[in-house]
């Protein structure tokens, strides 16, 4: 958690700190997609490294296919993601079997968060900064869906995803 420096985690002082509170909590798991490195806890030390994510390479290296035995094994029933919407992040949440999980195992409920920017310029820095404020938010209101954000939310539209999708 220490590692990363991009505009998510430096979107509020305390967005560290919160996070490293809410992973420490003995029912809660908090995960980070990593492009250099898959899937990672808050707490795990890495390297340095500068690597994009990219959908295509973890999809083809079984990156979905972990995330699906991390939330058997761990009998996880909700799943929350917080992301952009164009980013190789979602289109990883997309790849990830959540009927068989649904049918399979204790998920009750897989909902993907994501920014859909609105306005010109800087969507580099502001999408991350509100999906960092997103999650600081979801975690003061004690991961309760229905009370952390109202739209638009620092003036960006926050939309979501259920899992698995319903066409």
Excluded: C
Aim: proline content about 4%; aromatic content about 18%; glycine content about 6%.
């Amino acid at each position: 958690m220490d590692r990363y420096n991009g505009f998510l985690y430096t979107s509020s002082p305390d967005f560290r700190n919160i996070v490293k509170n809410a992973h420490l909590k003995q029912d809660m798991y908090i995960l980070i997609m990593s492009g250099g490195y898959g899937l990672l806890t808050p707490s795990e030390r890495i390297f340095y490294y500068n690597k994009k994510m990219d959908a295509k390479y973890w999809n083809l290296h079984g990156l979905p296919k972990v995330i699906e035995n991390y939330i058997t094994n761990n009998k996880i029933t909700h799943v929350f993601g917080f992301f952009s919407v164009s980013t190789d992040y979602l289109k990883i949440m997309n790849s990830i079997d959540w009927q068989g999980l649904k049918e399979n195992t204790s998920l009750e409920l897989a909902r993907a968060y994501y920014i859909n920017f609105q306005g010109t310029g800087g969507a580099l820095q502001i999408v991350p900064q509100t999906t960092g404020a997103l999650i600081t938010s979801f975690i003061k209101s004690n991961f309760n869906e229905d009370k952390f954000y109202t739209n638009p939310f620092h003036e960006q539209f926050i939309n979501f995803i259920d899992y698995p999708k319903e066409y």
